[in-house]
């Protein structure tokens, strides 16, 4: 099928992309209709029939093996080295709080980490002395300053590090199959962030050589909020004890003696929400069988490079996003104005969903496969238009209405 028809296939299943410009999976994906189906369908039988009938328990025992083969497949892991979980942060809470920590180690991070990854290891360091050292990176751009600034921190003893794998501010994808190489042999842990990458671009968690990775549902994968997943080496998940960690399933557990849950399965110590584990399956589902991940990632990325080139050659636009290690997210300012005054202009003026991100003083567009070339043309205009005043200076806007097709409507 020719990609523009593909592309038109794609988003009359994700109702979303018809209420604007969609350019923040970065923060939320569009959710498909048939996973949102499929969590109605679950929630009403619930409502029903209540919760409590046994082989209700082992059906949601069935969604749950379901999620993680699904999850498994995208990211390409062994299911059993798959946990589900309620966020990236809860992933990298649980992971980091099963390591045995004392007084004085360090760990090692980034300068551009998410606060969901500085969380775990802010507590630490309150709660036990841990030294957090945020290693500079620059932008991400250099792969090779990357490591070099790693290396030369792990010099010094570490127990960690925590990396995201695309940076979520400057869009940079990290080198962490090098890094993970310099942990290992420095015997330290490596912990990757996965929020802006899983699903967002090629990833094969059996073969990046991290020892654990913590990803969210509701972003570039498109399920429901409130689920993640977490993939942990086989080696380091049955050697830790989370802080919460799962046991066997009731109708194996023994009061005398309980055991705890094999590999990454230990991972997994709270209840879920059935409908959302429903939903994330069918959506990881849909990715894989409907969309085509392979595709979908390459074709994300290019558009994305294309955005960055062209938001580039814009007189008063600066490129935040460094261009040889982009995936899909492009960052860039405007001369003149804030990114928050540059958000209330651009986003009415386009219709375009997108965010600012107060922490560079940045707009950050997100953007996936469902996107087409006539919504990029789209807010590239504005941002044009916007770059040619100042605050004081631009035009008032006029309401746009734009048609199925992206284009203003006359």
């Not at 929630?43 to 409590?52: C, S, Y």
């Not at 600012?356 to 953007?367: C, F, H, K, Q, V």
Request: charged share 20%; aromatic share 6%.
């Amino acid at each position: 099928m020719p990609e523009p028809e593909r592309v038109a296939a794609v988003r009359e299943l994700l109702p979303a992309t018809r209420a604007g410009i969609y350019l923040n999976a970065g923060t939320c994906g569009p959710i498909p209709a048939e996973s949102q189906r499929a969590m109605d369908e679950q929630a009403a039988l619930e409502l029903t029939t209540g919760r409590a009938l046994a082989e209700q328990w082992r059906d949601a025992s069935a969604r749950m093996d379901e999620a993680r083969a699904a999850v498994a497949a995208v990211m390409i892991a062994d299911p059993a080295d798959i946990a589900l979980t309620h966020s990236t942060s809860d992933g990298l809470n649980l992971i980091v709080s099963s390591l045995p920590w004392r007084p004085g180690d360090r760990v090692l991070t980034t300068s551009h980490e998410h606060p969901g990854g500085l969380g775990p290891l802010l507590a630490l360091r309150a709660r036990l002395g841990v030294e957090v050292e945020r290693v500079d990176v620059g932008d991400g751009g250099d792969p090779d300053r990357v490591v070099a600034a790693f290396e030369a921190a792990l010099v010094r003893p570490a127990r960690a590090i925590m990396v995201s794998h695309a940076l979520w501010t400057t869009g940079a994808v990290l080198p962490v199959a090098r890094l993970a190489a310099l942990a290992r042999a420095a015997g330290v842990v490596s912990v990757v962030d996965g929020a802006q990458s899983a699903g967002a671009i090629p990833v094969v968690l059996d073969e990046l050589g991290v020892d654990a990775y913590a990803m969210p549902a509701q972003k570039w994968l498109l399920g429901p909020e409130g689920m993640g997943a977490l993939w942990v080496r086989r080696g380091l998940a049955d050697a830790t004890v989370p802080a919460l960690a799962g046991y066997l399933s009731y109708r194996e557990f023994s009061f005398e003696e309980p055991v705890l849950q094999p590999g990454a399965r230990r991972f997994e110590a709270t209840g879920f929400h059935r409908p959302s584990v429903v939903g994330f399956a069918r959506s990881l589902g849909w990715l894989s069988m409907y969309v085509g991940v392979p595709w979908a990632q390459e074709r994300a990325v290019r558009l994305a490079g294309a955005m960055a080139d062209r938001l580039a050659a814009i007189p008063g636009v600066s490129l935040v996003t460094p261009r040889p290690v982009a995936g899909t997210l492009v960052a860039f300012r405007i001369a003149g104005w804030t990114a928050a005054e540059a958000l209330a202009e651009v986003a009415p003026r386009a219709m375009a969903i997108l965010r600012d991100l107060p922490a560079i003083d940045a707009l950050r567009l997100s953007i996936g496969f469902w996107t087409t070339a006539a919504e990029l043309d789209r807010v590239a205009e504005v941002v044009e238009q916007v770059a040619r005043h100042t605050p004081g200076t631009l035009p008032t806007r006029r309401l746009t209405v734009l048609g199925s097709d992206g284009q203003p409507l006359a």
